[in-house]
């Protein structure tokens, strides 16, 4: 990931300018708040009313709420169901991607924003279950930066909207991963646009290395493994069809990437791991994440 | 069925059943074959068809048939049959098959381009009534003009059953088997004979059937010089030691940086270390790795 100066100092000067440059939706900052706090000082009622001052989040929380995705198998009516069948912590999941997501802008330039909704809750859900499967300490935390790991990606089509869809198109036409794509187009990737954007949102340190590393683990200083988790998931949901629409035409070994062996570091587990299974078990995932994001992305 | 009705029709169907899942489980520890929670419906279907046969009532019932009783191991094989019943036909497994067209094939051919003897060899072992080398075959006549040009390809198919190569010569096909095949190969390479099709002669030559016991040490030895092993569903028929024995027997049957493609949802965890699991993409392969002591080990 290297940036020419001239193109970063280019970058920085228009993502000061924009005014319209995604900032986090008004009414998740005080409901993600809120729901910090420890959950017998939860209220139903008011988280509830909390999300409802959005119509659109409110009704895409409803969609997310009634997918098996979310581990929920009977059908909730409303909000306040919604709270108390999944949880508040799985509500909070679910409105951080709500909210997250609708940060693309509407018009993609040519660009599927389903494909990139599909991509990043994938990778959200993919980060929790290896998560879970590997017994990483913090599953939620890996849910919530597999949802953010691809944050650059979004500033690129605020910033550099014509730019960055001319790298998209080369990534399509050759097979290639898009930051290879971005690379040789614009000069940097998502990976250092969206540290930007994660700095200016003032995300916990932790979520900028996944922002800014995921596709070099290795180079994260404290050799982070939620950075490596999420390079990993993020690798496999590209390589199992949520790959922002197009198909990545090249060989991969999980097994050698640097970012495994990183997070064997931490996770003794991880040196005799049934990658086949984990691959395997992520099939299902693809499937209901095609589903939840066409029904949530037409409310 | 509109994307909502899909989501409400999974909700409808309940959180799997923990017996089903168990036997989930069960099979793909002993046979390494998974059915991912979207394939649930599907192995429950099969064992319900067992139930039926064996007048057992619940899955509880059932699982015990396969772990308990005396005739388990009867009752296993019985399910695998259940679970692969069907699963012949032409193009099944098309990720696969773009894989090694498009990734393998330009690989192996770039390797061994500076060899002596211009030669591709595939093996399909066990390859049944002879859907998969003839769907082999004519993708590799796809490309006999332009990368495989001054290449001799040849397609080893064998069988253990004597019935199906016989079907296998006859190249004669019903409506099942050519369900998956596409107008393009279909006008290409079958001829009509009543109601049924059959491949055209063309597509033949370079296929030779021959009657093998993966089993038989002697005559598996001679199998050598392979470029792409294909054994699809049919290792989980096999106990780990036969398994292993097999998994060897490819092992020294394939040339250096050799292939082995399984079935779909197939493992080899847990059987061998010698190959390297890769990801191509919606598709996995085992790449023949090397040896560190450099000698191929004897069965």
Redesign the interface.
């Known amino acids: 990931m290297t940036t020419t100066a001239a193109t970063r100092e280019t970058l920085l000067k228009r993502l000061d300018g924009l005014h319209q440059i995604p900032t986090i939706p008004a009414v998740l900052t005080p409901l993600l708040h809120y729901l910090q706090k420890p959950v017998e000082q939860l209220d139903v009622q008011k988280t509830t009313d909390m999300i409802a001052q959005d119509k659109s989040l409110a009704a895409q929380c409803l ?1 997310m709420a ?3 995705l979310f581990g929920h ?3 909730v009516d409303s909000l306040r169901e919604a709270v108390i069948a999944l949880g508040f912590q799985r509500l909070r999941d679910i409105a951080m991607s709500c909210g997250v997501l609708n940060l693309l802008p509407k018009d993609c330039g040519g660009i599927n924003p389903v494909a990139f909704w599909e991509h990043s809750l994938g990778c959200a859900l993919v980060c929790r279950h290896f998560a879970l499967k590997i017994s990483f300490a913090d599953p939620s935390k890996a849910y919530l930066s597999g949802l953010l790991h691809d944050l650059g990606i979004i500033v690129n089509l605020w910033v550099l909207p014509l730019e960055f869809a001319a790298a998209f198109e080369l990534a399509k036409a050759e097979g290639i991963p898009l930051h290879e794509a971005e690379e040789r187009v614009l000069g940097f990737t998502h990976c250092e646009s969206g540290r930007l954007l994660a700095e200016r949102w003032d995300l916990p340190p932790d979520l900028v290395e996944v922002v800014s590393l995921h596709h070099t683990p290795q180079k994260s200083p404290t050799q982070s493994a939620l950075v490596a988790l999420v390079g990993i998931s993020d690798l ?1 949901c590209r ?3 949520l790959n922002y629409g197009y ?10 990437q640097p970012g495994v062996s990183v997070l064997a570091q931490h996770c003794p587990n991880l040196r005799s791991f ?4 984990l ?6 995932y693809m ?2 994440v095609h ?2 994001v ?2 949530v992305y037409r409310t | 069925m ?3 009705a ?3 029709a ?2 409808a ?3 799997p059943d923990p017996e089903l899942l168990r036997i989930r489980d069960l099979i ?1 520890q002993v046979a390494g074959i ?1 059915h ?4 649930l419906r599907l192995l429950q279907d099969r064992c319900g068809r067992r139930m039926k046969e064996r007048d057992v009532k619940t899955l509880r019932e059932y699982l015990q048939c396969l772990t308990i009783q005396p005739s388990r191991q009867a009752e296993l094989m019985a399910l695998l049959n259940e679970i692969t019943i069907g699963e012949t036909s032409f193009f099944r497994n098309q990720p696969q098959l773009d ?1 090694l067209r ?3 094939l330009p ?1 192996m051919l770039e390797v061994k381009a500076k060899l002596p003897y211009r030669r591709f060899r595939v093996w399909s072992a066990g390859c049944s009534t002879g859907e998969e080398p003839y769907t082999l075959g004519m993708m590799l006549l796809e490309d006999a003009n332009t990368r495989l040009k001054d290449w001799t390809t040849e397609i080893l198919a064998t069988d253990l059953n004597e019935r199906s190569l016989a079907h296998a010569k006859t190249a004669l096909y019903g409506s099942y088997s050519t369900r998956n095949l596409s107008a393009y190969y279909r006008q290409k390479y079958f001829s009509a004979v009543g109601e049924q099709l059959q491949v055209l002669p063309v597509a033949r030559t370079s296929t030779s059937f021959n009657r093998l016991n993966l089993c038989d040490d002697a005559r598996m030895t001679f199998m050598k010089g392979m470029d792409v092993i294909f054994c699809c569903n049919v290792l989980i028929y096999f106990d780990l030691a036969s398994k292993r024995r097999v998994i060897q027997h490819f092992y020294n049957n394939l040339l250096p940086h050799g292939y082995l493609f399984l079935g779909h ?1 197939e ?4 059987v061998s270390d010698d190959f ?7 598709t ?1 392969a085992y ?1 023949k790795a090397e040896r560190t002591r450099g000698e191929s080990r004897k069965v």
């Open positions: 969609q009634n997918s098996p198998w009977q059908k496999l390589l199992r069809g198909v990545e035409e090249r060989e991969v070994s999980i097994g050698e049934d990658w086949a299974r691959t395997f078990e992520l099939d299902s499937d209901e589903t939840l066409h029904s | 509109t994307s909502a899909v989501q409400l999974a909700l169907e309940g959180p793909y998974f991912p929670d979207n394939k894989a498009q990734i393998v690989k949802s493992s080899l965890y847990g390297r699991l890769v990801h191509l993409p919606g996995t790449v």
